[in-house]
Every structure is written in C-alpha cells, then in structure tokens.
C-alpha cells in the first residue's frame, strides 16, 4: 500500500510513521509419522529411575485454525516396551508393554483413547496347607482402557506353573485376585 504524505504538515508524517497492528489468523497443519522401531523415552523423574520407554509407530495429525484450539487425531502403536515406577515404601514395579496396545486420538489431544496392556511376572514362595513351600512365577497383568477422563484400569493375577494355585485363582472374583 502506498500512501502519500505532505512532509508540510507535521500531523500526517507522525501518523505516516505508526505501524498500525493487524490480526493475526494463523493455520496450522503438521504430521509425525513415527517409523517400525522408533524407541520413544518418557522420564517420569529427573533422576531418570521411573520412566516410560516405548518401540512404537504410527501417524499423528495436529491441525488448529483461528477459530480452534487443535485437533489431533491418529494412533499411536505399541509394540514392546516398558514402565519402570518406585512407589514410595514398596521396590521398583516395571511393567512390560504387550504389542496389541495403542493410545488414539480423535480430537482432544488431553483426552486420548486408551487400550494399554502390560504384565509383570514375579516368582514367590508359596506355602499350601500340609505341604513343603515351593517357587512359583506369577503373571500380574495390566489393563488400561477408555478415556483419560474415563480411565479404567484393571490388575489380574493368574499363573501357569501350578495347576492347583491357578484352580484357586480361577475361583476367585477379579477383586479377590
């Protein structure tokens, strides 16, 4: 734009020389594609002892208008990886990642769709009544689905090495295992 400024008159060269601000509308389109074999690290500590480590792929799109906040929308998916966390009072708790498990989004990047599972398996001693004590490896599984704002999260126990503790177990409700 050209505007032209009689230099005589000293009103029209201070108001030549303001910039005026205009609104800004800004679009913003942007994709991660997260290749087979990316090793995603979430430190959930600064000391980097609890952490979240993912081998993951999928797509991600973010878009956001003026008139938006952002929207993002794609799948995350995990193939392997693992939680390690240190809850206070009790050791370190690492849980291993199962390949069917994904975190989605559709829209509001805050409250992503959830299908998480993942297993620990620890061996303990284990003592029926009128018998010696033996070693056996227990599966501690985790399930976390629905929303973030919904969450539902789920432990289970079961094992494989003793068919009469598994018996035990299988007669038992989900909240008693």
């Given at each position: 734009v050209v505007k032209f400024v009689n230099f005589e008159d000293s009103t029209e060269i201070a108001g030549a020389e303001k910039i005026t601000r205009s609104?800004?509308?800004?679009?913003?389109?942007a994709k991660l594609t997260i290749e087979d074999g990316s090793i995603v690290t979430v430190d959930l500590a600064p000391t980097g002892n609890n952490k979240v480590q993912l081998q993951s792929n999928g797509t991600l799109s973010?878009?956001?208008?003026?008139?938006?906040?952002?929207?993002?929308?794609?799948?995350?998916?995990i193939d392997q990886g693992f939680v390690r966390y240190t809850p206070p009072f009790l050791g370190e708790k690492s849980f291993s990642f199962?390949?069917?498990?994904?975190?989605?989004?559709t829209g509001n990047m805050m409250n992503p769709n959830l299908n998480i599972?993942?297993?620990?398996?620890?061996?303990t001693n284990v003592t029926l009544e009128?018998?010696?004590?033996?070693?056996?490896?227990f599966n501690i599984s985790l399930a976390v689905t629905g929303t973030l704002d919904h969450m539902n999260v789920v432990f289970d126990l079961s094992t494989l090495d003793d068919i009469t503790i598994a018996n035990?177990?299988?007669?038992?409700?989900?909240?008693?295992?």
């Open positions: 609104g800004m509308a800004m679009f913003l389109d973010y878009s956001m208008t003026p008139l938006s906040a952002g929207r993002l929308v794609g799948r995350l998916n199962q390949n069917d498990s994904y975190v989605s989004f599972h993942a297993y620990d398996i620890i061996k009128g018998q010696n004590s033996r070693m056996v490896n035990e177990l299988s007669s038992m409700t989900p909240q008693q295992r």
